[in-house]
Structure formats: C-alpha cells, structure tokens
T-cell receptor, first 116, second 113 residues
C-alpha cells in the first residue's frame, strides 16, 4: 500500500540547469497538488492538477516553472534555468477527490532541491 | 481574505509539560475545514486532524486534543504530557477553493528531556 512517492529525494543543480521533480500519487488518486517550502518558511501552494489538466496554477511563478500530470505516469514539476532562490523543499500531495470538500491530502516525502 | 496565523514561532518545553499551539484563521466561507500537520526533523508531513466547521466539539486523540472555537476563529492544538518525539514543526492549514491548502507559518516545538 504505497503512499505518495516523490523522486528524487534530493536534487542538486547548478544555476541555469533544469530540474525535474516527479510525483506518483497514491493508488486511485487522480488529484495532485504541488507545494513549495522555502527554508524556515511554511508551505506555499503552487499548482493543482488532475489527469491531463491543470486546474489551478495560481501559485506558480510566471516564468521557468511548469507542471504536468499525463494520462500515464507521474506528475512532473519542471523548473528551467534554476536560480539559487529556487532552493527549497517541493512537496507533492494527492487526493482521491478535489474541490472544496476538505478532502485529506496525503503528502509525499518531498524533494529537496539545492541550487549551487 | 483567507488566512492562517500561527503567532508562536517557537516553543520550548520540558518533557511531561502540557503545551498549546495556537491557530487563528480568517475565512469568508460559512462552511470550511481546518487541518493540522506535523513536520518532524526528518522532513515529511504527517496528517494529524481534519475538522469541519459544523462540528465545534473538542476532539481528543491520545495525548493530543483540539479546541475549535468558531466565535474566536481559533483551532488550537494541545499536547498533554509532551515527549521528546513530539519535537517538530506543526502547521495549521485552511483549504481554499479547489482544496489548495493555505498553511500558517508553523510553530516549532522543542521538547527537552
């Protein structure tokens, strides 16, 4: 009974490189949320996706960041041309249902991105 | 505006003391949910409780209890007889539309032996 899986757990990139973070939701979950936790800060919502659709990307930076959740395979958060300020922990959460129903979100262990 | 405030940045206690973590929220919704999560030093997020606005009864789970007061927009969390393993950062969260969670800034609890 696997929970939400994220890989890699730790990722080191040099400035200007691309970072790809993967999230496999819990079995049967088709709703995925991405959050970012900057050092010593709380978590901030980035994007909410359902299979093949971006539902809410109001928390995504306008440039360099993109997300997808294809029909098959994990959800991907992609950061192009990383900068030092992108260093953070990125958490993925999945839910059985979406919408304002207070559904519990199950969180993955996070990916810690370090930009040198 | 939808907002969660955790005014206590850090709390230190000695083992076996009781400790209360405060959470104050703002919402325009008449029905809503509130969550508490724990983030231990290992970094993962652990779900603790979900409470809906219909139910103002206090909830108890072992050494953990929650006090929900709609009149003061607060959802406080108490740990009774704290233990070293309770050392973590605790987050209160409020779902917005599409269920995205608005987190407070967290309270770091340190329990010393």
């Amino acid at each position: 009974n696997a929970g939400v899986m994220q890989n890699p757990r730790h990722l080191v990139r040099r400035r200007g490189q691309e970072a790809r973070l993967r999230c496999s939701p819990m079995k049967g979950h088709s709703h995925v949320y991405w959050y970012r936790q900057l050092p010593e800060e709380g978590l901030k919502f980035m994007v909410y996706l359902q299979k093949e659709n971006i539902i809410d990307e109001s928390g995504m930076p306008k440039e360099r960041f993109s997300a997808e959740f294809p029909k098959e395979g994990p959800s991907i958060l992609r950061i192009q041309q990383v900068v030092r300020g992108d260093s953070a922990a990125y958490f993925c959460a999945s839910s059985h249902r979406g919408g304002l129903r207070g559904n519990e979100q199950f969180f993955g262990p996070g990916t810690r991105l370090t930009v040198l | 505006a939808q907002k969660v405030t955790q005014a206590q940045t850090e709390i230190s206690v000695v083992e076996k003391e009781d400790v209360t973590l405060d959470c104050v929220y703002e919402t325009r919704d008449t029905t809503y949910y509130l969550f508490w999560y724990k983030q231990p030093p290992s970094g993962e997020l652990v779900f603790l409780i979900r409470r809906n606005s219909f139910d103002e009864q206090n909830e108890i789970s072992g050494r953990y209890s929650w006090n929900f007061q709609k009149s003061t927009s607060s959802f406080n969390f108490t740990i009774t007889a704290s233990q070293v393993v309770d050392s973590a950062v605790y987050f209160c969260a409020l779902p917005r539309n599409t269920d995205k969670l608005i987190f407070g800034t967290g309270t770091r609890l340190q329990v010393f032996p």
